[in-house]
């Protein structure tokens, strides 16, 4: 619309103009309608300044969301628990800011956000490096001693807290894989970011982490390798 009414704008001025060259040459009588030209092509651009104006402003909201949310979520994280309810949480305040970021239309509003993503992926990155001592497989566990061994930790998390049922799996302590798969996208790989509280990690993807992330990489491969209930661990080869 913005573009449709600058052509306009530009289509009357033409005429105006036009028209006063046609009145100076003698081919018409008066300069009216030059003069209603201008006065059309006027009030074209105004309008179209103000639609412009219109959408950068709310471009600049998505872009002021949008940050709110990236913030939102490195301070959920920032403690570097590893409450699961937390992580969900954060994981998809992380999904909608995302989500919203595809609104900005502008080109300074994308720059700014660009330069922001690249800050807090920085950030989620020093929550969750890998080279340090409490960031362990146990960790995404829920286990609050991250030097805890890995089968140990994955016992722990299945015992149900008071009040819970006790025959069933456990999903009170570990991590969700969903909620990791969205933060780790935001950090590593932002291009794929299709619906990511519905996917996991592919096969592929987690041979990676094996490289950028060992802790990750044991955790995920443990917790396909075993099931857990009520504080004694099951392999899944068993049951077949």
């Known amino acids: 619309m913005k573009f449709f009414l600058r052509i306009l704008a530009l289509l009357f001025l033409i005429t105006a103009i036009l028209t006063v060259i046609f009145y100076i040459q003698g081919k018409v009588d008066n300069v009216t309608l030059a003069g209603t030209c201008a006065a059309f092509s006027g009030i074209f651009l105004n309008e179209a300044a103000k639609l412009a104006d219109k959408e950068k402003q709310v471009s600049k909201f998505f872009l002021e969301q949008s940050l709110s949310g990236f913030n939102h979520t490195v301070e959920l994280l920032r403690d570097r628990n590893n409450n699961r309810l937390k992580w969900i949480s954060a994981a998809r305040i992380l999904q909608q800011s995302l989500y919203l970021s595809k609104k900005i239309t502008e080109e300074e509003h994308k720059s700014i956000l660009q330069i922001e993503t690249d800050r807090y992926r920085h950030q989620l990155w020093e929550i969750l490096n890998p080279n340090d001592k409490d960031i362990t497989a146990a960790f995404f566990y829920g286990a609050s001693d991250a030097n805890l061994d890995i089968h140990e930790a994955a016992k722990q998390s299945s015992i149900p807290v008071p009040g819970e049922p006790q025959s069933r799996f456990s999903s009170v302590h570990n991590l969700s894989e969903q909620s990791l798969f969205v933060i780790w996208n935001f950090m590593k790989f932002p291009e794929n970011y299709a619906d ?24 995920l491969e443990h917790k396909r390798t075993y099931h857990f209930i009520n504080g004694k661990l099951h392999n899944l080869s068993d049951d077949k």
């Open 196 to 219: 990511p509280l519905s996917q996991k990690f592919s096969k592929e993807q987690t041979e990676e982490l094996r490289f950028h992330h060992r802790p990750l990489y044991e955790y």
